[in-house]
């Protein structure tokens, strides 16, 4: 093999090492991003849904529990001159779940669309709640004492009762989007990050080729190419005994006539 047919081999072999490397690396490194974002999937899921301890999640507790019969048995109850005290620690819900799903580096992307989207409903109504919880807790907290007092008509501790119950029931409700409706935001969203969370589970087992890589197939196939090609010319070049070196003619041998 001559001199420049060896510095194409090894050309050849070092792109072809190259290319390995890179995607032994890139592979690494979305294996990472996978189970990256299917923490935040399932650290949200579990935080609405399973709760600690096996409990309810605050999306199952404070959410689902919000049905349109409840709701308004709670506001009737409120209105009709129940001590308003013991609706005075309604908790706000938590945004910064939904928020870290919007704002994920993987959003659209191993993180789909339909879960974004529900969550941005999701997180719409969530902060309309908790503005009308802290309303009604600044409704109660200046009403309580006044509601007990002897001496407050009627008329007067009627109206603050159906005031706070009017406003249970708009918080309960309206406030976080009737969330127990079929094909409601939290259900969807809930829906969607379980289909997530099953798809990055299938894409961690994947040994080539996960979410994102299969246009990698290219550059693979190009490099098997490569040197299969470059393993045929070694093949046929030891077969063949290598390349012959020319020798050089003899002259032919000439006779003196004079000798």
Known sequence: ???????????????????????????????????????????????MVEGHAGGPGWGELYVMTNDAEGAATAAASIA??????????????????????????????????????????????????????????????????????????ERRRSLIARAIGSQASVSNRAGVGEPFADGSWYRQLRESLEVDIARLDAERGKRWYPAGERRLAFGDAAAALAVLALAGVLLATNIGGGARVPHPQQLPTLTDPYR
């Open 1 to 47: 093999m001559g001199g420049a047919e060896t510095a194409a081999a090894a050309a050849i072999a070092a792109l072809a090492a190259a290319w390995l490397v890179y995607r032994l690396e890139r592979a690494a490194a979305r294996r990472r991003q996978v189970s990256s974002a299917r923490a935040v999937l399932l650290g949200v899921w579990r935080g």
């Open 80 to 153: 009709q001159d129940a001590p308003p005290a013991r609706y005075a620690r309604v908790p706000v819900l938590p945004t910064a779940p939904l928020a870290a799903l919007i704002s994920s580096a993987h959003a659209g992307d191993l993180v789909s669309a339909e879960t974004i989207y529900f969550a941005n409903i999701g997180l719409w109504h969530l902060e309309v709640f908790n503005q009308l919880v802290v309303q009604q807790s600044h409704l109660v907290a200046q009403y309580d004492a006044k509601v007990f007092e002897k001496k407050l008509g």
